[in-house]
């Protein structure tokens, strides 16, 4: 099974600010990743898959890059709707696919 | 908009299986395209996959829970439902169905329904 691990686990940041996820897999899972935002009481929401591709009506503040083990989601101006728990996901070794213990992101 | 939603017991005893069914709607399961997951979140903790269909019946299990897991079709009724074996209070959790690309994101999630193993 592929292990994902995400760093930090909580990241403090303001409010205009710039924020930088990191996910690291155990081995190689080329582009086949997947970011999820999730908010408190709230199912997951897909934001980028295929490690770049934003999904259906994302804003484009989220960017997803990274090949291989090294992925990074950005979100370049943070507004007050970002602050949530980030989960990364592998499904190049899928079924199953894995996900990371995810980022929270909290207001600094 | 295709949009699912979860339904089921709450609560379930240890030893006894837990029941979901996961109602699709503005989507037809068998149009095929998407697979159908369930997916778990414990308390406070991270997502775990359990497994998919397709509109075929072919399944794929998490092997960590393949030998008390059983996911099932009924495109009649444009629902797919799981069922949990044995459970135990380690089963306790929110549960979630979700529609799986071909390639293997989750783009659209029920909005979860919490399942507590309990006497």
């Known amino acids: 099974e592929i292990v994902m691990t995400q760093s930090p686990a909580t990241l403090s940041v303001s409010p205009g600010e710039r924020a930088t996820l990191s996910c690291r897999a155990s081995?190689?899972?080329?582009?086949?990743l997947a970011w999820y935002q999730q908010k408190p009481g709230q199912a997951p929401r897909l934001l980028i898959y295929?490690?770049?591709t934003r999904a259906t009506g994302i804003p484009a503040r989220f960017s997803g890059s990274g090949s291989g083990t090294e992925f990074t989601l950005t979100i370049s101006s943070l507004q007050s709707e970002d602050f949530a728990v980030y989960y990364c996901?592998?499904?190049?070794?899928?079924?199953?696919?894995?996900f990371g213990q995810g980022t929270k992101v909290e207001i600094k | 908009q295709v949009q699912l939603q979860e339904s089921g017991p709450g609560l379930v005893k240890p030893s006894q299986t837990l029941s979901l069914t996961c109602t699709v709607s503005?989507?037809?399961?068998?149009?095929?395209?998407?697979?159908w997951s369930w997916i778990r979140q414990h308390p406070g903790k991270g997502l775990e996959w359990i497994g998919y269909?397709?509109?075929?019946?072919?399944?794929y299990y998490n092997p960590s829970l393949k030998s008390r897991v059983t996911i099932s079709v009924d495109t009649s009724k444009n629902q797919f439902s799981l069922k949990l074996s044995s459970v135990t209070a380690a089963d306790t959790a929110v549960y979630y169905c979700?529609?799986?690309?071909?390639?293997?994101?989750?783009?659209?999630w029920g909005q979860g329904t919490l399942v507590t193993v309990s006497s």
């Open positions: 979700a529609r799986d690309t071909i390639v293997g994101a989750s783009d659209y």
């Open positions: 503005g989507g037809s399961i068998s149009s095929g395209g998407y697979y």
């Open positions: 269909i397709y509109y075929s019946g072919s399944t």
């Open positions: 081995q190689s899972v080329s582009s086949n």
């Open positions: 295929g490690a770049s």
């Open positions: 996901q592998q499904y190049n070794n899928w079924p199953p696919s894995t």
